[in-house]
């Protein structure tokens, strides 16, 4: 293998990789005919402009016709941006797309869906079922990169979907479909194309067993938009996810029901992630979490019964297990909520997946509520970060939280005491605002732990800290 000294004479131009002797390949990235002499691989010097000359207009999106993608995607599909959508098997992702490219087809011209799972036929019958069948809409199935250059060169589409990148091969090159060497050459490929001619591409990528996305890491840094496809098979709700984006916000989240008729957005979907009952139970607690710009209402669930293993098990669906248990811990000693001897499962529902700090509190007060049977007040939301001392740290966009649970008719809300540094006026008029300092404060006003404090009564009967209550002015 070559070694980069001040002796080298040959270089490779895709990734620098250097040797003393001239080869047909290069040893790092495996590429042929890149390796030459210094004099022969240097390339042309950009033009160097000051920024505020440089154009900004290739940067704006192309709407899909899907708001709720264009919302993840910041507008829509940039010229020459290459995305990868990644998700389960048979979470949704060839559906989507499907609809994206006959919507792009009625919109913006040919749209080109390359398939290298399925025959033309299968994906026929899929478009049939959903309502995608338009003449702008072509489809080739086809695994072979070299082809599949030459039919976007032949057809000229305004958008190319290639599904999945995991089948895609290209001729002469190590490792079998799938394999990292494979992946990189073929979406290096996709890359190269997209760019020279400006060229949206949308590939799909499967995912491993633990949610990431399968092959080479390298692959989500080579391309502009990593979209993550979320969702419970054995419901209907999905979630679009964008965890990069180098044309738009990360970290927003669009929504979507799956049906047998196809895909359908959903604008307005804070009421999917909450259970319908007409009376409180015991074991759930309300909360807003915040998915990019968008305020959620999301249900926690909490169960505890008597255990009959050792040490007591700690299981969670859709939140994250370490913090979880640090909540737990943090309950038990600083909210005097006993369960050494108890299994607690914690769960949310709709099949959402809270990544938010400020459910902390949602999560401490859904498993003291199940510890004591006794069930959290109706038309109440909680929010905030709990901390080790079990203190209440304060939370982001506050207000944009309580006008969102304002809008769904809920009338109560337990915050931190420092009202996330927003000013009072921000409350909704609706709305009876109760800012706590800890968590042992919070689970003492809904009579949820064994320690005692002062407070006093409001008119209406609710449990409020001596001086805390806040309504809106």
Known sequence: MGKKTQGTAYRCSECGWQTAKWVGRCAECGQWGTVAEPAAATVGRGE??????????????????????????????????????????????????????????????????????????????????????????LVAAETDLGTILDDIDAVDPGLVVVDSIQTVQVAGGDGVPGGVSQIKEATTGLIRVAKARGLPIVIVGQVTKDGSVAGPRFLEHLVDVVLSFEGDRHTGIRLVRATKNRFGPAEEVGCFELSELGIVEVTDPSGLFAGQRRDPVPGTCLTVTLEGQRPLLAEVQALAAPSASTPPRRMTHGLDAAR?????????????????????????????????PCSDLAVAVAIASAAREQAVPDGLVVFGEVGLSGELRPVRALPRRLAEAGRLGFTRALVPSSLGGEPPCDVPDSMRVVDVATVSDALTILGLSRRLAAVEHAADGTTLPAGRATTAT
């Open 324 to 356: 979880v248990a640090m909540v737990l811990a943090v309950a038990e000693r600083k909210g005097r909520v006993r369960l050494p001897n108890h299994d607690v499962y914690v769960s949310t529902v709709g099949g959402a997946r809270i990544g938010d």
């Open 48 to 137: 160097v402009l000051p920024i505020t000359e440089v154009p900004a207009q290739g940067t704006v999106g192309r709407p899909t016709g899907i708001g709720e993608l264009d919302r993840v995607l910041g507008g829509g599909l940039v010229a020459g941006a290459v995305v990868l959508l990644a998700g389960e098997p048979g979470v949704g992702k060839s559906t989507l797309l499907l609809e994206v490219a006959r919507r792009w087809a009625g919109r913006h011209g040919r749209t080109l869906y390359v398939t290298g799972e399925e025959s033309t036929t299968q994906v026929r019958l899929r478009a049939e079922r959903t309502g995608a069948v338009t003449d702008g809409l």
